[in-house]
């Protein structure tokens, strides 16, 4: 008796293009939630609410924003690309 294998090929090929999207999306949204929280409080999340935070790192903030889109727009691209969903 021969068993056929449980999770096909395009299964694992949705699940590692999937989660680099997801993490992208993940990376992207959450640094930009954190970026609109402080420009509208002026706390940023994580610090304490006397510290200032530097331009040059809300500055590195949009830059992890820019990558998130980026790997997003690569896995989703990749997802349709290859037919799987």
Same mark, same amino acid.
């Given at each position: 008796?021969?068993?056929?294998?449980?999770?096909?090929?395009?299964? %694992? /090929?949705?699940?590692?293009?999937? &989660?680099?999207?997801?993490?992208?999306?993940?990376? $992207? /949204?959450?640094?930009? $939630? +954190?970026?609109?929280?402080?420009?509208? &409080?002026? !706390?940023?999340?994580? $610090?304490? $609410? +006397? +510290?200032?935070?530097?331009?040059?790192?809300? &500055?590195? /903030? %949009? !830059?992890?924003?820019?990558?998130?889109?980026?790997? &997003?727009?690569?896995?989703?691209? +990749? !997802?349709?690309?290859?037919?799987?969903?």
């Amino acid at each position: 008796m021969r068993m056929e294998p449980v999770v096909g090929e395009n299964s %694992w /090929l949705f699940l590692i293009v999937g &989660t680099f999207a997801a993490v992208g999306a993940a990376m $992207a /949204l959450g640094t930009l $939630a +954190a970026l609109v929280r402080y420009h509208r &409080t002026g !706390i940023f999340p994580g $610090a304490e $609410a +006397a +510290a200032e935070v530097s331009s040059r790192r809300v &500055t590195a /903030l %949009w !830059i992890r924003v820019g990558v998130g889109v980026v790997l &997003t727009i690569i896995g989703v691209v +990749a !997802i349709v690309q290859t037919g799987i969903f």
